[in-house]
């Protein structure tokens, strides 16, 4: 029992020293982000590492998480003779909660990985310490453009996520249930509202994109540098991004919405 | 700014240092000089922490107690600027290399270039093309550093440290892992580009033979403090046993060969 007792003091206060870490870190971070002014090159590069290498999987499970959405949707407001809700359905569950949701889940999963294990692979070939004795700041050289990237590839991938649901939606609707496609329009730009659905998602991507990368920055620049100590890095990259992201989604729903 | 007080031929100047990891202390009060344009070796066993000690003079780690200055300046009271600004006048040749795996030899080598200069493209590629030229691998400027042998690489990686004519090049065990004609190479090159640069070289290396050849003065460490300095010739005729057991290499002496344990017979016949 008193080994139970230790082991768990032991695992608070080394998460509590990890949170001061990563803090630190950020605003170490953060405070060297002008440097990225005058070489937009350097964050456009990791926005395409990032960003547009990670298209593929948005856009299938975008069409996919869509076209399922309007089969399941469809068979429950058939009941109701309210099918011809689906357009609304379809549009609120992506915008509020799928897209900026599943996008972050599959961003943790495809970019924040490789961003960890780049950079723990950096730090354990000593490319990191290289870069410090040639006077160039890691920091600001390696780990600011790939936070920022991102920050600013999350909210477009959660936007193309959205837009290919509601576009797999209408093809499974419309094309192969024969819902008026008039209606699904029609009844989507009724219900939806810019300000209350469209940029409370937006927000949200925005939120998640910057914990995810954030984690997953830190965690490689924080690994311990072996082989091992990377691949647990990586692995911490996804289970923390995952469960960091659907808390922050209920704390951020609760307060938009709630 | 400390301006010190070393003597203007002393390039880097380590008094008092204390540093301990983990409770484990791995310096207790080493004094180092070393001189302007020389070629300096601080040797030692495996885990005395020679490679501590370059990062400790690079700013990269910060001693519990004692002073590291460079140039004159105390380079742990240095801001974040002035650190960077500092270390533009060392290069530093790690152990693996630590090349980009991304950049060819060519980008790897234009890497501080670019950073630190803003040099029209004709006189940058003329820049690298000379620094690899010295190091004999103008002609692999093309290659990535997965293509290289390790002994390339290294010499690549030190082409990269003289990019921005650096005072000081620290070298972090440059022999280890070096077939005789790579190590060779090495050797001439570590040399020569001191005398050809008028550089200062600092060598962190258990590699007495090779590092003998080339040094011109040799700190041993052990157990936390130098056990002894001088000429190569000189440690190699050293009045401690410890230190001539270390210069040549004896299997048994001072650190004995066998690691202290319970006697082999009673191991033997101990019954479980």
């Avoid at chain 1, 082991?7 to 990890?18: K, N, V």
């Avoid at chain 1, 050289?141 to 590839?153: C, D, E």
């Avoid at chain 1, 959660?158 to 609707?173: D, E, K, N, R, T």
């Amino acid at each position: 029992m008193l080994g139970l007792l230790a082991r768990l003091g032991a695992t608070t206060i080394s998460s509590f020293q990890r949170l001061g870490r990563g803090t630190f870190f950020l605003a170490r971070v953060l405070t060297g982000l002008h440097s990225l002014l005058p070489r937009p090159g350097l964050v456009i590069a990791q926005v395409y590492s990032i960003g547009v290498l990670s298209l593929v999987i948005i856009v299938v499970s975008g069409i996919f998480v869509g076209a399922v959405l309007a089969l399941q949707g469809y068979n429950t407001l058939v009941n109701f003779g309210a099918e011809d809700a689906l357009g609304v359905l379809v549009a609120l569950s992506l915008l509020r909660e799928l897209g900026p949701v599943v996008t972050a889940l599959l961003f943790a999963g495809r970019a924040g990985s490789a961003l960890t294990a780049e950079i723990g692979l950096m730090k354990t070939t000593e490319q990191l310490s290289g870069m410090e004795m040639m006077a160039v700041d890691p920091l600001r050289r390696v780990i600011a453009p790939r936070l920022l990237a991102g920050f600013v590839s999350m909210p477009l991938l959660a936007a193309m996520f959205s837009f290919l649901g509601i576009m797999g939606a209408y093809v499974v609707g419309v094309g192969a249930l024969g819902l008026d496609g008039g209606a699904y329009w029609s009844q989507m730009q009724d219900a939806v509202d810019f300000r209350d659905d469209v940029m409370n998602g937006v927000i949200k991507s925005l939120v998640f994109g910057f914990v995810a990368s954030w984690i997953a920055v830190f965690e490689g620049y924080d690994c311990v540098p072996t082989s091992e100590g990377v691949s647990s890095a990586t692995t911490r990259t996804v289970v923390h991004t995952s469960l960091a992201v659907l808390g922050l989604d209920f704390v951020l729903t609760a307060v938009m919405f709630g | 700014m400390d301006s010190g007080a070393s003597s203007p031929d002393i390039l880097v100047d380590i008094s008092d240092l204390h540093f301990h990891r983990g409770g484990r202390p791995i310096f207790r009060g080493v004094d180092v000089r070393i001189p302007k344009g020389t070629v300096t070796a601080i040797m030692g066993p495996s885990g005395t922490g020679k490679t501590t000690l370059l990062r400790l003079i690079g700013g990269q780690l910060r001693p519990h107690r004692g002073v590291v200055r460079f140039a004159g300046q105390d380079v742990h009271a240095l801001g974040h600027g002035a650190l960077y600004r500092l270390r533009r006048s060392m290069g530093m040749l790690f152990q693996t290399g630590a090349l980009f795996t991304h950049l060819s030899v060519f980008e790897n080598v234009a890497f501080p270039l670019r950073e630190h200069t803003q040099l029209p493209e004709p006189l940058l590629r003329d820049l690298v093309l000379m620094k690899l030229e010295a190091v004999g691998l103008r002609g692999a400027r093309d290659m990535m550093p997965g293509e290289l042998s390790g002994g390339m690489g290294r010499r690549v990686a030190l082409a990269r440290a003289i990019a921005l004519d650096p005072d000081m090049i620290m070298y972090d065990e440059p022999f280890t892992g070096q077939d005789p004609i790579s190590m060779g190479a090495l050797v001439k090159l570590i040399r020569t580009l001191n005398d050809a640069l008028g550089l200062t070289s600092v060598i962190v290396s258990h590699d007495v033979a090779e590092t003998a050849r080339i040094a011109d003065l040799i700190y041993v460490i052990s157990d936390g403090r130098v056990v002894d300095s001088g000429t190569p010739q000189a440690l190699m005729e050293s009045k401690s046993e410890w230190v001539r057991q270390f210069m040549h290499g004896l299997p048994d002496g001072p650190v004995p060969f066998h690691y202290p344990g319970p006697e082999l017979v009673s191991d033997l016949l101990e019954r479980r």
